[in-house]
């Protein structure tokens, strides 16, 4: 417990309580308090999670981390103290009954040949096996197979990320092979399955020889970028966000107006927060001609989270986060809500479903790179 | 009575029949079989009251209603190594809760949409209509499912887990026995 409250800074805390101030889930009512978690560990103390079960209930956003005056890693304390729980056997409640998670471990597992490239069409250039870029497509045909009520298409990203490379010059590599990150299962504190995930992945992109990873989830490219990093032997890839690689090489793509006029952009957790990537999903959407990006009330670090980055934590406090933050962009008058995870997406959907406030809070909602796509010459 | 435990009692013993039990799941499939609380358990009720004969390789899990029956039943199942799984519940119409079968088609579609992304073979997964009193019906669905499950071969997931399930700590009363006869001797 010393060397958990060293490693995560613990100890330098000093009881000023910002954390729990800031605190989404505090903030509409929830019991968490990462300040409470914080001192017990400094105490040398295990959270109890039978007895204390807001250890779950950490969206594991980081706008605590933000705010913390004296640098502490909340979100890598949490990590590490449900790596515990989980090791004591003591699961969170998942929402949908843990079938997204029965289906990461299947896939840690592994055994099978999946059938995860049925979206792929003619149109898009691919490689199955080798290339100089990797495109590490997420799950999102799970996601749409689970969901279909919500009348949405999270592929659509990805193959609106097909269509930029493709414009942009480049034949990704998209391989069937291809498994979850992982990074689900390692915020819940499942690290044994993690780490098989993480070696069949790289192993994966290695064999690959590709020299860049190009992923259109936040989640994925936080993984990628954080958390792989002692699974690579030698040449490490150089991982990008999608929106990363736009800003990047905007001089070289042909966009024309798309009829969009006014959006606003929902920042992910895992891409801002986590990444500090702000500004390149910003300027890829003001390169749309015709297109006027209008913030939210709070946006950039202070962007509110989906609320359920992990599909760890659903119940009322998130429904509130989520139409609290939903109100926030109808606010702005924007068409459309971009954001730049496949999760926020499902998240905003399903929220926009209460009967309560549908009206409301509906809006249009779609990906960085559908919004690209869409523009391209 | 020799000193010799029998080999339902000694944990090693029976960890290498459990083994051995996983190496030929191939011929003894391991099936779970979801059953509504209204007709398909009372179907399997009848089968088992007029003695129809059946193949015994699944186990059966009653919900009150197959619209209970969502995708992580399932998949979990699969998870742990489950060779089959049979979801059944009331003929249309029949439902004790009018339109909980209804809900179960939904939850089926997507359960077995998943499955296939995951590369499962769809030959593993089955929805069967059986009433109360279809228990020659029931025993004939057990079978060809049984058959079919059974010409697939173990399931991908199935290698680990199998043999930490079966080893189950010995009861006290056995314990206890044991000790007398160490005593004894």
Redesign the interface.
């Known amino acids: 417990m010393q060397q958990l409250a060293r490693d995560t800074n613990a100890w330098a805390c000093y009881d000023c309580g910002k954390c729990t101030a800031t605190c989404p889930v505090a903030r509409v009512g929830g019991a968490l308090s990462p300040r409470r978690h914080v001192l017990t560990a400094n105490l040398g103390e295990g959270i109890e999670p039978s007895r204390d079960d807001t250890l779950f209930s950490c969206l594991t956003c980081s706008l605590c981390e933000t705010r913390c005056p004296a640098e502490v890693s909340y979100t890598g304390l949490v990590q590490r103290l449900r790596e515990a729980a989980f090791d004591a056997k003591i699961e969170p409640e998942c929402p ?4 997204l998670q ?2 990461m ?3 840690a ?8 490239l049925g979206w792929l069409s003619d149109e898009l250039k691919t490689d199955a096996k080798e290339g100089e870029v990797f495109l590490w497509t997420g799950c999102t ?2 996601y749409d ?2 969901f ?1 009520e919500f009348g949405m298409k999270t592929v659509e990203g990805t193959r609106a990320t097909v269509r930029i490379l493709n414009h942009l010059g480049i034949t990704p590599v998209v391989s069937p092979e291809e498994r979850c990150c992982g990074h689900d299962l390692l915020w819940n504190g499942d690290r044994a399955s993690f780490e098989a995930l993480a070696r069949h992945n790289v192993e994966l992109v290695r064999s690959s020889g590709a020299w860049m990873v190009v992923t259109p989830c936040a989640e994925c490219a936080r993984t990628w970028k954080m958390d792989y990093e002692p699974f690579f032997d030698g040449r490490v890839p150089q991982v990008v966000h999608l929106s990363e690689l736009l800003a990047e090489r905007l001089g070289d793509l042909r966009l024309q107006a798309n009829g969009t006029s006014r959006v606003t952009f929902q920042d992910p957790c895992r891409l801002g927060r986590h990444l500090g990537v702000y500004d390149a999903p910003r300027q890829a959407l003001a390169a749309v001609p015709g297109l006027e990006l209008e913030e939210m009330r709070s946006s950039r670090h202070r962007a509110a989270c989906c609320a359920g980055g992990t599909w760890g934590n659903c119940d009322r406090f998130a429904k509130r986060i989520q139409i609290d933050r939903l109100r926030e962009a109808r606010a702005t008058g924007a068409e459309v809500l971009v954001t730049a995870c496949p999760k926020c997406q499902i998240h905003f959907r399903c929220a926009m479903k209460d009967p309560n406030f549908e009206s409301e809070v509906s809006i249009e909602m779609r990906d960085v790179a559908e919004v690209v796509a869409s523009a391209l010459a | 009575m020799t000193d010799t435990p029998s080999p339902r009692s000694n944990p090693k013993k029976r960890k290498i029949a459990a083994t051995a039990r996983a190496a030929k799941a191939a011929l003894d499939p391991r099936i779970v079989v979801f059953a509504c609380n209204w007709c398909s358990y009372a179907g399997a009720d009848t089968a088992g009251v007029s003695r129809i004969q059946h193949q015994p390789h699944f186990r059966m899990i009653r919900v009150m209603c197959s619209g209970r029956i969502q995708p992580a039943f399932v998949l979990r199942a699969f998870e742990k190594g489950a060779d089959g799984v049979l979801v059944s519940g009331c003929h249309f119409g029949d439902c004790h809760y009018i339109f909980g079968n209804e809900r179960a088609v939904e939850q089926f579609e997507k359960t077995m949409n998943v499955v296939k992304l995951l590369g499962i073979d769809e030959g593993r997964l089955r929805l069967e209509w059986i009433s109360a009193a279809e228990g020659a019906r029931f025993a004939e669905v057990i079978n060809e499912f049984t058959d079919q499950v059974r010409a697939l071969g173990p399931s991908p997931f199935a290698i680990s887990d199998a043999i930490e399930e079966i080893e189950i700590p010995e009861t006290e009363t056995e314990a206890g026995t044991e000790t007398g006869k160490g005593m004894e001797a």
């Not at chain 1, 949908?96 to 079938?99: D, E, F, K």
Request: net charge positive.
């Open positions: 949908h009954g843990g079938a029965s289906v471990r299947m896939m597992k592994g055994g099978t040949q999946q059938n995860r045909v799970y197979a689970f279909p």
